[in-house]
């Protein structure tokens, strides 16, 4: 199969559409990719090529990719970075990364916002072998919503994960939205942190991958004779973590922070750095810690650091509205579904979706998330 696979020639000659299909097509366009992402207000850092490269790389399969981008004037303004797959007996595409993605999207520079997303919803269809994309965790504002509101055919948008937020005020903002006994109490558990005298360290770049090798074990300690994510136990999962830390460590686009407590390493933190939003995507700790301090309260104020440092807007506790979240009186967003249609049997894959994911989010509530 070649790399790219010629698309109907657009109405202007200003624009042009491709799709690549070939592996090797990522790494040859990784330095646009880079440069689209930063032209990508809405896009989130499950977007960034360094994740999707190294999710492609450890996850992917050949002849699947479906790298769909549109061109003005040859820059690159907008793609869609998604793979053809089998979603409940029907041909679908599907973002890439998506099973380890808070957020799926597209790549879109708003500036050529209204040829970009009338030329992507073009290329799309033209596409054939698919039924429907299958878009799971869409955020409000995102460019797939612009495609997705000039689809030509059908298209259905349900519910999905609740996602929880709070500003970049600092702790003592956080603290001040909670009743003053409880904030009172939350300033002791503080005071206890600092004075066992545990540091928060943010790793360079080229020991990132040790880095969450490390905190991996420690997840899997924490979790220890409790239903955990199978997949965070999984040589590939740690090895498309470790590849994609260091490469957005590297570009300013993650931190993965250790904690030490006398020398000893006790917990570790991946923090992805979004354009708006820093976002808490998995930690792990020893299981005694919890006896000593408040490991969600030590980490948060640490977050909270670090979008205050890169003047973020605040902090994105991600997927999931558990008990130790929702103690800081977040604010609550909801992130939507979003299936478009390619031909009639797209309705009955719609309809099945819908049914397998209120299932499935019964069956998953209270087991392990992220954190």
């Keep these: 199969m070649t790399a790219v696979a010629a698309v109907r020639p657009a ?15 990522l790494a040859g366009l990784a330095d646009e990719l880079r440069d689209l992402y930063d032209r990508s207000p809405a896009a989130t850092p499950f977007q960034t090529y360094e994740w999707l490269r190294a999710w492609w790389g450890w996850y992917g399969a050949r002849g699947r990719l479906r790298l769909v981008l549109v061109r003005c004037r040859g820059r690159l303004v907008a793609a869609a970075p998604l793979m053809a797959g089998v979603r409940y007996g029907f041909p679908v595409l599907v973002p890439l990364a998506g099973e380890q993605s808070d957020f799926t999207d597209f790549l879109l520079d708003p500036v050529y916002a209204d040829g970009a997303v009338r030329h992507l919803t073009r290329a799309l269809l033209d596409e054939r072998g698919w039924c429907a994309i299958d878009l799971r965790e869409v955020r409000p504002g995102s460019a797939a919503h612009l495609v997705a509101a000039r689809w030509p055919r059908r298209t259905w948008r349900t519910p999905s994960s609740v996602c929880l937020e709070l500003p970049a005020t600092g702790i003592d903002g956080v603290l001040a939205r909670l009743p003053r006994r409880t904030a009172g109490k939350m300033r002791a558990k503080l005071r206890k942190i600092d004075v066992r005298g545990i540091t928060a360290e943010s790793v360079p770049a ?3 991958a040790d880095a969450v090798h490390a905190l991996l074990e420690l997840h899997a300690r924490q979790w220890r004779g409790r239903p955990i994510n199978p997949e965070h136990t999984r040589d590939r999962f740690r090895r498309h973590l470790a590849e994609a830390a260091s490469g957005m460590v590297r570009d300013g686009r993650a931190e993965v922070v250790q904690y030490r407590w006398d020398g000893r390493l006790v917990a570790g933190d991946l923090v992805l750095i979004g354009h708006r939003y820093v976002g808490a995507y998995l930690y792990g700790a020893i299981p005694d810690l919890r006896d000593a301090v408040d490991v969600s309260l030590m ?11 890169r003047h973020r807007q605040g902090v994105s506790l991600l997927r999931g509205d558990e008990p130790y979240k929702l103690k800081w009186r977040p604010t609550s967003v909801r992130n939507e579904r979003i299936v478009l249609a390619r031909t009639a049997s797209a309705a009955a894959f719609a309809g099945l979706a819908r049914t397998r994911g209120y299932l499935s989010d019964r069956r998953h509530r209270g087991q392990e998330g992220h954190g």
């Design 11 to 25: 109405t202007s000659v200003e624009w042009s559409v491709e799709v690549h299909r070939d592996e090797r097509a």
């Design 206 to 208: 080229e020991r990132a």
């Design 299 to 309: 980490m948060l104020r640490q977050n909270l650091a670090i979008a205050r440092d």
